[in-house]
């Protein structure tokens, strides 16, 4: 369960996005940095770590398994996506900086937004102060956006920035066939080949699809094949 101030606003953690369910592949150094960092192998760290990269290469995915490992931990922590809770304004972060960790999604949304760039100065200052950890995760790195506290920017660019790369073809056919192992289901490799050629090379699209799939295939008690797929997406795509 996520900790409090959270809990009034309601927000859940799926229960795959942990660390076991996020294939890594070429992002393996990512996920090693964010477990030494829970684990208390870095105890110098700075306070901040900054994730960025493109749609789809599993930055809400990591943000969330953070806090699922915190917690089953025995530690406090708190996730929340910045683009869906920002209308109710900065003050919405204060008492975080009581937690262990910190996990702020879309964090490009509060660039320029000098009273939420106020209030993320002084969460960062808080959990600075009682060794608490800011885990942060935006479309491009701290830098590259047009924050205007400059005291912010200095402590944002000077934490750890870390970059997750899109997934090759190979690696997102194993990430497809563990994601479906999890679900119980048996996705042969031309199955997922399959899909890689229908479909939009996003992950977050490409697991969509498979819990489509997945529900598909438990109604009509048939296994993914080529053809059973090729018969649900062009259902899909029928008028």
Not at 4 to 11: D, K
Not at 85 to 103: D, Q, S, T
Not at 151 to 176: F, H, K
């Amino acid at each position: 369960m996520i900790q409090s101030p959270q809990l009034s606003l309601g927000i859940r953690l799926p229960d795959s996005s942990v660390f076991e369910s996020y294939y890594a592949g070429r992002n393996q150094p990512v996920v090693d940095a964010l477990l030494s960092l829970q684990g208390g192998e870095r105890p110098r760290a700075p306070t901040c770590t900054w994730i960025h990269g493109a749609t789809g290469t599993g930055k809400t995915h990591l943000l969330q398994a953070v806090c699922a490992r915190a917690t089953r931990d025995g530690r406090t922590a708190a996730y929340l996506p910045l683009s869906e809770v920002i209308k109710l304004g900065e003050e919405l972060l204060a008492g975080f900086g009581e937690l262990a960790i910190v996990c702020l999604d879309d964090a490009q949304v509060l660039a320029g937004r000098e009273p939420w760039e106020r209030a993320l100065f002084r969460l960062h200052v808080e959990l600075d102060e009682r060794g608490g950890k800011l885990l942060v995760a935006g479309t491009a790195p701290p830098a590259a956006l047009p924050f205007k506290l400059r005291d912010l920017g200095s402590r944002l660019n000077g934490g750890l920035v870390l970059t997750l790369q899109p997934l090759e073809e190979s690696e997102q056919i194993a990430a497809l066939r563990l994601r479906a192992q999890l679900r119980g289901l048996e996705l042969p490799d031309d199955t997922a080949q399959f899909m890689l050629r229908r479909l939009p090379r996003d992950m977050t699209h490409l697991y969509a699809v498979l819990d489509e799939l997945d529900a598909a295939s438990l109604v009509a008690q048939r296994r993914l094949t080529v053809r059973f797929v090729k018969e649900v997406l062009e259902r899909r795509l029928a008028p």
